[in-house]
């Protein structure tokens, strides 16, 4: 199988910049800044001054996924360039050159444009080398231990609804489609019953993991309908857990190939030294701008302002970026980024679904932000955010198993949910932007964007891998409408958590579940307080107890606020200085 490869040269502004600029040259004459940069997404790092080293990443151009999965990379622009210049295992590298042949241009450099791998190979060349076919990979769903195993899920994937629930015999988690093969109710409206079989709750057909029906109340023990339970199967779909995520695999006929497959993870998250933090929110916005959206760093310190605290950036660390591409394949592609004159960090795009941020210090990696978009329908996702660190200072400000992780999960999970706010309010409405600019055609990107700047190097990337080797959008199943849904004017449902996040995340929902018995708890002892206080004879003892009252009040009021996070919390860029 045929794959490409495009190198070009650290800081390089032109190449793969295409846009509405691509008939045109744009270079850029950006100096080096001491000012930080914000970190994607939820890891901050003081950029090392030392160079890097270390082994990179290497995404092959072998179709065996298992050779690509042992990709592993953590630092060290130099050592990445020569281990891929020295590469035999790429079958037909194609280097993206300058006009006088060199595979390399120095930043200011104004000798001309980068030929991008779009230019390398031809339009459609990567149709008939590919047959990337979306139903066959691996699709993250939630952290497992978010998940609550007494009840059926219900999720959309591919535009085909499923339902996931644990399987007692077994201790495994199924996915089945979520239609009852009796009358087509939804079995995600059903529940476990005491066989440990998922039972539909319209009349009461049970059915075990693997699909097969064991019971059918109506039909007579001694009939000839009776043979209907043998014959009976709900429809079952390959599911896995792999780092504590619960993946599937949206083709009921793909067993044996899923089980080939291993899922996209994280490399470094399986370190022992590396503890991780996983959640996710359902967006409504589509899978491709939310994975344009993760490949563009330059938005993070604008788009997420002050969000936590500032950990991500402010709007005035927006700056110049070198961008490489290393590798690009179709099975995604890779390459340094960061400041102009800095460090670089490291990127790779594991199509279709993985980003992953790798943050090092002295060329070890120390933080990594793998984020994962999972096309669930047409102008809708579900994104699951993987932080990972390795040192102990970072370690410790999150949940984990250690006594020394007192940061409860509830708590990450909302700071996630803070960063999301940021770009969902925004992204709702380019996807539909960017859609009535090329009538429908995304392939068409570049007519509608302008990018001239290096920044946006990833993007034009991933909208050329899209293009050549991923059918030029999702491939939904069959009947599903590819239109988008109606624009969501009201903020308060767009940004909504609770049926994005919270109903579905079993921490999320006990948090609140308790925040609530706590302000009942604390309005009682209030009143009761203020009821007690009068029939003391003494005023002075009172006093105390009219106190207390006021204190209680106040604390349930103040838990209002945190009960109103798990619903709504809102992000307005206008308002945030
Ligand atoms: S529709 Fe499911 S049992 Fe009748
Ligand atoms: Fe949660």
């Known amino acids: 199988?045929?794959?490409?490869?495009?190198?070009?040269?650290?800081?390089?502004?032109?190449?793969?910049?295409?846009?509405?600029?691509?008939?045109?040259?744009?270079?850029?004459?950006?100096?080096?800044?001491?000012?930080?940069?914000?970190?994607?997404?939820?890891?901050?790092?003081?950029?090392?001054?030392?160079?890097?080293?270390?082994p990179l990443p290497s995404l092959r151009s072998s179709s065996d996924k298992n050779v690509k999965r042992?990709?592993?990379?953590?630092?060290?622009?130099?050592?990445?360039?020569?281990?891929?210049?020295?590469?035999?295992?790429?079958?037909?590298?194609?280097?993206?050159?300058?006009?006088?042949?060199?595979?390399?241009?120095?930043?200011?450099?104004?000798?001309?444009?980068?030929?991008?791998?779009?230019?390398?190979?031809?339009?459609?060349?990567?149709?008939?080398?590919?047959?990337?076919?979306?139903?066959?990979?691996?699709?993250?769903?939630?952290?497992?231990?978010?998940?609550?195993?007494s009840v059926p899920h219900p999720f959309e994937i591919l535009g085909r609804k499923v339902v996931i629930w644990f399987d007692r015999e077994f201790a495994q988690w199924r996915t089945f489609t979520d239609v009852c093969p009796h009358r087509l109710a939804p079995l995600s409206e059903g529940r476990i019953d005491e066989n440990g079989c998922l039972q539909c709750c319209y009349h009461a057909w049970s059915f075990k993991g693997d699909g097969s029906c064991t019971r059918i109340p109506q039909a007579r023990p001694d009939g000839p309908e009776i043979r209907a339970v043998s014959n009976t199967r709900a429809t079952s779909f390959p599911t896995t857990i792999a780092q504590g995520i619960?993946?599937?695999?949206?083709?009921?006929?793909?067993?044996?190939?899923?089980?080939?497959?291993?899922?996209?993870?994280?490399?470094?998250?399986?370190?022992?030294?590396?503890?991780?933090?996983?959640?996710?929110?359902?967006?409504?916005?589509?899978?491709?701008?939310?994975?344009?959206?993760?490949?563009?760093?330059s938005h993070v310190p604008v788009a997420h302002h002050m969000v936590n605290g500032g950990s991500l950036g402010k709007r005035d660390d927006a700056q110049p970026l070198s961008i490489e591409i290393k590798e690009f394949s179709q099975q995604g592609f890779n390459g340094p980024w960061g400041r102009v004159g800095g460090p670089p960090q490291f990127l790779e795009f594991e199509a279709p679904t993985r980003t992953t941020y790798v943050f090092s210090i002295g060329g070890q990696a120390m933080g990594t932000t793998t984020t994962y978009v999972t096309p669930t329908a047409p102008g809708g996702s579900r994104v699951l955010i993987s932080n990972g660190r390795k040192a102990f200072a970072m370690k410790a400000m999150t949940s984990g198993p250690k006594w020394w992780q007192i940061s409860p999960r509830w708590w990450d999970h909302q700071k996630m949910l803070n960063l999301l706010d940021g770009d969902e309010s925004l992204l709702h409405g380019q996807e539909r932007l960017l859609r009535e600019s090329t009538n429908g055609q995304i392939e068409k990107w570049n007519q509608a964007f302008f990018m001239p700047c290096?920044?946006?190097?990833?993007?034009?990337?991933?909208?050329?891998?899209?293009?050549?080797?991923?059918?030029?959008?999702?491939?939904?199943?069959?009947?599903?409408?590819?239109?988008?849904?109606?624009?969501?004017?009201?903020k308060e449902l767009l940004l909504d958590r609770y049926e994005s996040h919270t109903k579905h995340c079993k921490v999320c929902s006990k948090a609140l579940q308790n925040f609530r018995i706590a302000r009942q708890a604390l309005y009682i002892l209030a009143a009761v307080l203020v009821g007690v206080a009068p029939l003391l004879q003494v005023w002075s003892h009172r006093i105390p107890l009219v106190v207390a009252a006021g204190i209680s009040a106040f604390l349930a009021w103040r838990l209002g606020d945190w009960i109103q996070m798990f619903y709504y919390k809102g992000y307005d860029h206008a308002r945030i200085p």
């Not at 490409?4 to 850029?28: E, F, I, K, T, Y």
């Not at 946006?456 to 939904?476: E, T, Y």
């Open 1 to 54: 199988m045929a794959s490409v490869c495009a190198s070009v040269a650290v800081g390089d502004p032109c190449g793969l910049l295409l846009g509405n600029a691509g008939s045109r040259r744009w270079h850029q004459r950006a100096s080096a800044s001491d000012s930080s940069y914000g970190v994607p997404f939820g890891i901050s790092l003081r950029p090392c001054t030392r160079p890097c080293s270390g």
């Open 246 to 297: 619960l993946f599937i695999w949206p083709d009921e006929h793909g067993f044996e190939l899923a089980e080939k497959t291993p899922p996209p993870i994280t490399p470094q998250h399986d370190g022992p030294e590396w503890e991780t933090v996983v959640t996710f929110r359902d967006v409504d916005y589509g899978w491709d701008t939310g994975m344009e959206n993760l490949l563009d760093p």
């Open 454 to 490: 290096a920044a946006d190097r990833f993007v034009s990337a991933f909208r050329q891998w899209l293009n050549r080797h991923g059918g030029k959008n999702v491939q939904w199943a069959d009947g599903v409408d590819p239109s988008l849904p109606p624009l969501i004017k009201n």
């Open 70 to 149: 042992s990709t592993f990379f953590r630092g060290g622009g130099q050592e990445f360039a020569e281990e891929h210049r020295q590469s035999k295992r790429w079958i037909r590298p194609v280097v993206a050159r300058t006009d006088n042949g060199s595979d390399t241009q120095k930043e200011g450099d104004d000798r001309g444009e980068h030929q991008s791998p779009e230019a390398r190979e031809p339009e459609g060349k990567g149709q008939e080398q590919a047959g990337f076919v979306w139903k066959s990979n691996w699709y993250p769903v939630i952290p497992v231990q978010d998940l609550d195993e």
